[in-house]
Each structure stands twice: as C-alpha cells, then as structure tokens.
C-alpha cells in the first residue's frame, strides 16, 4: 500500500521553477517526508527532507501543508539537469527504510 | 557525504551461474542497503547489511538466493546466486553516514543482464 501519490510525469521550462506535487494523507506524526530523484542511469540523490515546517537548502524547497497532507517540492530555475525521476517517500524517524514508489518523470525543455 | 563505487558496473552472465557484486565506501559507516531496480520500475530493498552479523532481508528476499558479507564498516558485498532472467536488474547499495536515518548515499549501480 503506497504512502505517497505523485502525478507520473510533468514537463517543465528551463529557468522556470518546478512544482512538484506529493501527497501523503495517511502520514502520521512521527514520519517526514523525504525527496529523492534519480537521473537517469545513476543512482538515486537525496534533496530534502522535512516533518512539518518548509524545508530549504541548496538544491530546492519543501513545502509541506499545515496538515501534512502533502507537499510540494520546488526547483526554483530549472536546468536541463534537472531531468530526473522524482521520489517522495514518506518515512518514520526511527526506520532506516526507503520505500520507493514509482515517482514522477520530470522533463525540463529547453 | 560519502562516495561510493561499485564493481562491476555491468556485466552480462549465463543462467544458472552467480555473480557478486562489491560495493566500497570512502569512509565508516553504520548503515549499508542492498537494493534492486528491476527494469523500468522503481527500487526495492533487498537486506540491510550488518557488520559482524548477519544481514536482515526484506519480504521476498532470501539469503540463499542473495547472500551477502559485511566484513568491515566500509565494504560490503550481494552475490546473485543460480540467476536467471528474471534476476536482470540494476544492483544498488546505499549507506546512511549519519546512523540518524536522515539522507542516503546511493552507490553507482551494478547492471545485471542474465542469457
């Protein structure tokens, strides 16, 4: 049973910011939520994580709604670099599990 | 961060034959994964890698099918064994640096095609 939903694909402008939408309605008070993203035959890259205040450093923001419903990740300019499967993966403090669901293809055109 | 490789990259095997698969780390860690990539899908954990014990498999995974060794806090090691189609897939190993279960360092990956 997946934790997350994610839209399978999105296309994005190079140099505009990317919106990408999670939602995880069934998240409890102890799990964050974490973004990874894979770039196409590498293995998966850790963005963000966060519990319920808006996350930022330097690759993007998380924004995560005030229930926790769900959240948004932003790339704030895109580059064609960018291009990458997205995860959003939800996870309890104290477990050392990724679960991966199928995340969302994200390409960013020039 | 930690930087990660993992040999072989590729390779291409025979049905029936194993393969193992090393991952190296730059530095100590606590935390050492085993993952799988199927073809066109998503990751699937395989085991935690314990140093000095045994490792802890997920559901549908087995040590006699995946047995793997974790001699020292920075090497670890997944053996295929009696592989066959079905086992082509990309091999990843992760490890957490911090033991705080906060990011993730991904290895490379071992593509594994099986005739």
């Known amino acids: 049973d997946a934790k997350t939903t994610q839209p399978t694909s999105m296309d994005c402008a190079e140099g505009r910011a990317a919106n990408l939408p999670c939602n995880h309605s069934?998240?409890?008070?102890?799990?964050?939520v974490y973004w990874y993203r894979q770039i196409h035959s590498q293995g998966p890259q850790y963005i963000i994580h966060g519990l319920k205040n808006n996350e930022t450093n330097e690759m993007a923001s998380l924004i995560i709604t005030e229930d926790r419903k769900s959240s948004t990740l932003i790339l704030p300019h895109a580059t064609l670099r960018d291009t990458a499967v997205y995860y959003c993966i939800v996870r309890s403090s104290n477990d050392y599990k990724l679960s991966f669901g199928a995340g969302t293809t994200v390409t960013v055109r020039a | 961060s930690a930087v990660i490789s993992q040999k072989p990259s590729r390779d291409i095997c025979q049905r029936g034959t194993s393969l193992t698969i090393q991952c190296q780390v730059d530095s100590q860690v606590t935390m050492m994964f085993w993952y799988r990539q199927q073809p066109g899908q998503s990751l699937t954990l395989i085991a935690t890698a314990n140093q000095g014990s045994e490792a802890t498999y997920e559901s549908g995974f087995v040590i006699d099918k995946f047995p793997i060794s974790r001699p020292n806090l920075t090497f670890s090691t997944l053996t295929v064994s009696n592989m066959s189609p079905e086992d082509s897939s990309i091999y990843l190993c992760?490890?957490?640096?911090?033991?705080?279960?906060?990011?993730?360092?991904f290895g490379p990956g071992t593509r594994l095609t099986v005739l």
């Open positions: 992760s490890v957490d640096i911090s033991g705080t279960y906060n990011e993730q360092f």
């Open positions: 069934t998240i409890s008070g102890n799990e964050y």
